[in-house]
């Protein structure tokens, strides 16, 4: 966990200094950049990053203050809400994505040889399948 934490903090440190962004804010960034439109649910870009509604909220609010996000009305949903990223948040990813990829290897990637990154990914991927499963038990149990 020491060593996770010190890594995730690393690259937060990185991403404020050179680009005024956070991790969190980062993640936000790439997820909407990577969605059709550039836009997705409140509720899905919550789920994607891993936050919770309301705290994804707040920092959109606050990407939003910088004219890199909008909130704009579901068309599908009129009780839903997109955030979408602006043209001012893609440029602002392209600009931050270059040190936070050349931070990534520095702190990450060269430490380790390819066999220990091979069994890094295999590893995490089990993590993943397994967090998979139990999400869709708790989501299978909520509707019973």
Known sequence: ?????????????QLQRDSDLSLADYRILVKLSEAPGRALRMSDLADGVLSSRSRLTHQVRRLETQRMV??????????????????????????????????VRRFFIDLLTPQQLAAVATA???VNQAADHRAGAQATADLD
């Open 1 to 13: 966990m020491e060593g996770s934490q010190r890594l995730m903090a690393d690259l937060n440190r």
């Open 124 to 126: 995490l991927d089990l």
């Open 70 to 103: 909008r909130r704009i009305a579901c068309e599908d949903d009129g009780r839903g809400v997109l955030a979408q990223l602006t043209d001012e948040g893609m440029r602002r990813l392209q600009a931050a994505a270059p040190g936070h990829v050349a931070a």
